[in-house]
């Protein structure tokens, strides 16, 4: 069964029978990878470009790695060694780029709509990587295989996202993505630090951590941003790790059988302090192998339509 | 040259006439008859057959922006105007944002030279502090001298409580109105309408409260001062809301709307076209719903387009890294009568003062006149003409519009004035 949509551009309008099928074959990429032989001829012959406008080293190595566990031919083309600093514009850049024949675009740019745009000016698939505030769909969908593994499910569950919501592109794929899949999704953070009217979404708002707590069955803990730290969206890193930070005393005053996900590195002591990042089970730290996986799933997806 | 306008309704509210079925006959650009005309008359005279179509005293956009100086690749002050014959006008007040800001009577001259001889009448609007800085007062008293209608920093507010007041206080002895474009400037740099389709879309948002703020401001001072201000492009269900109460304390506050303004709401841009980009940007389907109530009961005096010309280069990047503005000269008739007229919001009374009467008010710009021996100064409208907007076939120099392909009910099929016809894509001397 093929995806609906020939490029992925977000989380939102996506099916529930396209992430299960995302989901679906990111577990059998996920049992490749466990192979001595790692590599499958999948994507032989076809040629996929890398286009990061901003940099993301994790990200980009992901959907490399990806890139060559499918056979396919990867083109990289990063900001500081191409011409954009020249000057070159968006469309140019497209343009020369359409014309060495390339069959995909994974995308990442600091401005919101742009891998939209390049469905407009060219004719390759479109995989957003995270565009500007926006959506940034393989890392929400990671999330959501992270979650499914370890809960068995997504449907019913009470998943509570917390931190910087209004400057994460990966909070609101995950809030298109939980509510399609049936989840009940909160959202919990300094009122600063929520973007206007998401509750129109279908999304509780909350800012106290405790209650997050207790009325979750999963905080989806996003990392702070240390370069936004201070100033006009939160007072200090100090009161934020007070009023926000998951602490092994909160957990045990309110429930204990919660489940923490966290892209990682995290920042101790700050969202989440170092003895609940040590010394608890209750933590998923997301998994670079299932990021492979779930990005291999979307290339293999996308790049085998007709 | 003779010219009949023949079998036409001739409309003038401000004079009372409305005479239907009637002809007129030009000589050499001026009324010399009106009503039932002779076999003298008709006598080598070039013969309009217009019946059913309405002549009104020629329209008047008072927000316009004509690159020139400075960016004459996007627009210049004929190309601008020829913009203006075709959508319907006679006569449009020119921002000052160009490159220089039109802050000297140098620059003033140089575009009453450009608009020399042309069927539109082109005032323009000083800035009204030096380089729109908002720092030093411009010489407004010689900048009045040199034929500016108005100040405005517009692009963005004056910048300070404490400037404005004293460009309130200044342009005041010399009867110069003030333009204001509402917005904060510490909450500025959006780049759509903050609200729940800004959190959709992950575009930076700009709140309404932004223009909210500085029309209180704004209407606080004038009050102050005992001087007027003008509220160019109200966008906000709470600045409509200040006027109105506003105006009903006496106070001397004036506003205008644009057709994006009281047609498109923020819902659209989720298709990220920059050509939905503009500042103030399209906000909700609530404050659409206020602008026309204003628009209905006067708190809103006129419309003007805000045409903002930028080359297709600058419009096709980046939704968030894309200029503010569209191009509305050529569409604001059309628009106006599909939305307004022929939804029964405004009759023709109130659209010929929305359009041509108030904003020569607010500028001290006499009102044609249909009067004998009066150059004749006039818009044609069409009000039942379907058409569909085709930007290939735009005057202006720049594409930049919504509208593009959308079926409009109603158009301007000419403009006469300063002994020129525009008609049938033609400027024609007559
Ligand atoms: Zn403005």
């Known amino acids: ?306 | 040259m003779k010219v009949i306008l023949k079998d036409i309704n001739l409309f003038h509210p401000a004079q009372n006439i409305d005479e239907k079925n009637t002809s007129v006959l030009l000589e050499d650009g001026k009324i010399s008859k009106r009503g039932e005309l002779s076999k003298d008359d008709i006598k080598d005279a070039k013969v309009f057959e217009l019946k059913g179509k309405y002549v009104v005293p020629g329209f008047f956009d008072m927000h316009v922006h004509f690159r020139e100086p400075g960016r004459e690749d996007e627009e210049t002050v004929i190309s601008g105007s020829n913009s203006a014959a075709n959508g319907g006008f006679t006569g449009v007040a020119c921002m000052p944002n160009t490159e220089p800001a039109i802050d000297s009577a140098e620059i003033i001259n140089f575009i009453k030279k450009q608009a020399k001889n042309h069927l539109v009448d082109v005032y323009p609007i000083a800035a009204a502090t030096v380089g729109r800085k908002g720092k030093v007062l411009s010489p407004m008293a010689e900048l009045g001298d040199a034929g500016a209608v108005a100040v405005s920093d517009d692009g963005v507010a004056i910048k300070s409580a404490s400037i404005l007041r004293r460009v309130l206080e200044y342009s005041k002895m010399y009867n110069i109105p003030v333009i204001e474009h509402c917005e904060d400037e510490s909450l500025a740099g959006g780049a759509m309408n903050e609200g729940v389709n800004s959190t959709l879309l992950g575009l930076p948002p700009l709140p309404s409260v932004a223009e909210d703020l500085t029309v209180n401001r704004d209407i606080l001072l004038a009050e102050y001062t005992g001087w007027k201000v003008h509220i160019a492009h109200i966008s906000t269900k709470n600045a409509v809301r200040m006027v109105r109460e506003a105006k009903q304390r006496g106070l001397n506050i004036t506003a205008e709307a644009t057709p994006h303004h009281f047609t498109l709401t923020d819902d659209l841009l989720k298709s990220y076209n920059t050509n939905l980009k503009m500042n103030p940007p399209l906000r909700t389907g609530k404050d659409v719903a206020e602008i026309i109530e204003g628009l209905k009961d006067g708190t809103i005096d006129c419309i003007a387009s805000d045409h903002a010309p930028h080359s297709i280069e600058e419009k096709e990047q980046e939704f968030q890294n894309a200029p503010n503005g569209i191009i509305g000269l050529e569409t604001e008739i059309g628009l106006t009568l599909s939305e307004l007229y022929h939804k029964k919001i405004l009759g023709l009374k109130e659209i010929v003062e929305r359009l041509s009467v108030n904003p020569r008010k607010i500028l001290n710009i006499p009102l044609p006149k249909f009067d004998l021996g009066e150059t004749a100064n006039f818009t044609i409208l069409d009000l039942d003409l379907i058409w569909t907007v085709d930007a290939t076939q735009f005057k202006s120099k720049s594409k930049n519009s919504p509208f593009d392909k959308r079926l409009l009910t109603g158009k301007s099929i000419s403009t006469i004035n300063n002994g020129k016809m525009f008609f049938e894509g033609e400027m024609i001397t007559i």
């Open chain 1, 1 to 306: 069964m093929p995806l609906s949509n020939k490029h992925l551009l977000g989380l939102q309008g996506v099916s529930k029978e396209d992430i299960n099928l995302i989901l679906d074959t990111a577990k059998t990429f996920r049992e490749v990878l466990e192979r001595p032989i790692k590599k499958v001829p999948t994507l032989q012959g076809k040629t996929i470009v890398n286009l990061f406008y901003e940099s993301s080293t994790r990200t980009r190595i992901s959907f490399e790695l990806a890139e060559k566990r499918l056979s396919a031919d990867t083109v990289n083309f990063a900001v500081s060694t191409s011409s954009v600093n020249k000057g070159e514009s968006l469309k140019d850049t497209i343009r020369n780029i359409e014309a060495m024949k390339i069959d995909m675009v994974v995308i990442r740019h600091s401005a919101a709509g742009t891998p939209l745009y390049l469905t407009k000016v060219c004719d390759a698939s479109i995989i957003n990587a995270g565009d500007g505030i926006h959506e940034h769909p393989t890392q929400a969908l990671l999330d959501m295989y992270s979650i499914r593994e370890r809960a068995g499910k997504l449907k019913g569950l009470k998943i509570c996202i917390v931190g910087d919501i209004a400057h994460s592109r990966v909070a609101l794929s995950n809030v298109f993505g939980l509510i399609t899949m049936g989840a009940k999704v909160s959202v919990c953070g300094p009122a600063t630090m929520i973007p206007r009217r998401i509750d129109e979404l279908g999304v509780n708002v909350i800012h106290d951590i405790d209650e997050a707590i207790q009325e979750n069955d999963i905080l989806n803990v996003l990392r702070i941003q240390l370069e936004r730290k201070a100033g006009a969206n939160f007072p200090s890193l100090r009161e934020y790790a007070t009023y926000f930070g998951i602490t092994q005393d909160r957990l045990e005053r309110n429930r204990k059988d919660i489940l923490i996900l966290h892209p990682g590195p995290i920042n101790r002591g700050i969202e989440i302090s170092s003895e609940v990042a040590d010394g608890s089970d209750q933590i998923i730290l997301t998994q670079v192998t299932n990021g492979v996986a779930v990005r291999m799933a979307v290339l293999y997806l996308l790049g085998t339509q007709n």
